[in-house]
């Protein structure tokens, strides 16, 4: 089953936005707890959760910004990069907070990423976590070592999550799109098929209609018996294109009920929805059948343009015709001029109709025909 993009996104972006959240209130309660054993004094604990209240308030819509696309890079980016290097110095060289506090570098690192080019991260990260090091080496008396492996850890892993996550988003929405475009695009090819056969017919009929109008036209103050003869095969063409007409439209009106019913089931699972059918409807007249086909036609119509069903259950039995799909999208609307038609079409041959959605949240379509 295609996964929801607006769903797929809304997670991605909530589990994020909780996984800051708690490492602030993380990063805030080691502050006060060390406060209060005297590691820090208060106007250091207050600079440092200022710090970290910037810093933390301004990671999401860092993310945000940059979760559909590539931005430039923002004030707000380096601001976020002044505020974790404030974290960084602020903190205590020594006790719980410690280690702490090298993590708001790597986190700063993986949010850059989202802005900049791969090769441009991976200098920013080598630069950065360098400067870090050095820093963190001089004021705490730990080895070089240590320190770089744990920073370059660090920094590789969560710049490696964020950008998966972004990825993982990506192809979401792509696939959400191309299964958009093919809807469109089967709904557009049985339009073009009917325009085709249409200018198939009338093309090459109106055009000697019109040459031989004009001709007759021209010979009616010269040759009126050569100009009534001209108008006689005007008004024959004309009868013989109506014919061909009312023909293809005929043909299109009576329409096959197993090939409606391939066609939808080929349409549904190009757009990466599961279709399946159940039809019993041998002993209905053609009649009938005609109806049933109709009602395939415009309720696939219907679950390709206006919902996002992953799965679509159709069964003909008796003469009823049941189309369920779990696509619904919103709240339900007015009814379409192809539903609405369509329901026009069943009552009139005095069939039944009704769609909208159903309790367990899918969407049913139920169409009867007389027997």
């Known amino acids: 089953m295609m996964a929801r993009p607006d769903t797929a996104r809304k997670l991605l972006i909530y589990w994020m936005d909780a996984a800051t959240a708690l490492m602030a209130l993380m990063f805030a309660g080691v502050t006060v707890a060390e406060m209060a054993a005297g590691t820090i004094s208060a106007p250091r604990t207050a600079a440092v959760l ?5 810093f933390f308030g301004l990671y999401p819509f860092l993310l945000r910004q940059a979760f559909d696309h590539q ?23 020594s006790g719980n907070i410690a280690g702490l506090r090298w993590e708001s570098i790597p986190l700063w690192l993986s949010a850059a990423a989202l802005y900049l080019s ?10 950065t976590i360098a400067l870090s090091t050095v820093f963190v080496v001089r004021v705490s008396g730990q080895t070089w070592p240590s320190v770089l492996l744990s920073e370059s850890a660090a920094a590789v892993v969560m710049i ?17 799109k191309s299964r958009e475009a093919k809807a469109r695009l089967a709904v557009a090819e049985e339009r073009l098929r009917f325009a085709r056969d249409l200018h198939d017919l009338l093309g090459h009929s109106l055009a000697v209609i019109t040459l031989k109008s004009e001709l007759a036209a021209k010979l009616a103050t010269k040759d009126t018996a050569r100009a009534a003869a001209e108008m006689a095969a005007v008004r024959e063409l004309a009868g013989e ?17 197993e090939e409606e019913l391939d066609g939808v ?16 409807a041998d002993g209905l007249p053609p009649e009938s059948r005609t109806l049933l086909a109709w009602a395939v036609r415009e309720g696939g119509t219907n679950v390709l343009k206006h919902s996002r069903a ?7 039995d008796g003469g009823v015709l049941e189309m369920v799909n779990d696509g619904v999208n919103g709240q339900p609307g007015t009814p379409g001029n192809g539903l609405r ?13 009704s769609a909208a959605p159903t309790r367990s949240g899918e969407f049913l379509l139920r169409a009867g025909v007389p027997p």
Do not use: N
């Open 50 to 54: 200022a710090c970290l209240l910037g």
């Open 118 to 127: 791969l090769r441009a991260t991976a200098c920013l990260t080598a630069v």
């Open 160 to 176: 490696g999550a964020m950008l998966l996550w972004r990825w993982l988003w990506w192809m979401i929405r792509d696939a959400h």
């Open 71 to 93: 931005p430039k890079p923002t004030p707000k980016l380096a601001l976020a990069a002044v505020l974790a290097a404030g974290v960084l110095l602020l903190m205590p060289h």
């Open 341 to 353: 038609g369509l329901s026009e079409r069943l009552v009139a041959a005095g069939g039944s109709f």
């Open 310 to 316: 992953t799965r679509c259950a159709i069964t003909i």
């Open 265 to 280: 089931r080929v349409a549904l699972e190009a757009t990466g929805a599961r279709c399946v059918i159940e039809a019993r």
């Open 241 to 257: 294109s109506l014919t061909e007409v009312q023909q293809a439209v005929h043909g299109y009106q009576m329409l096959d009920l």
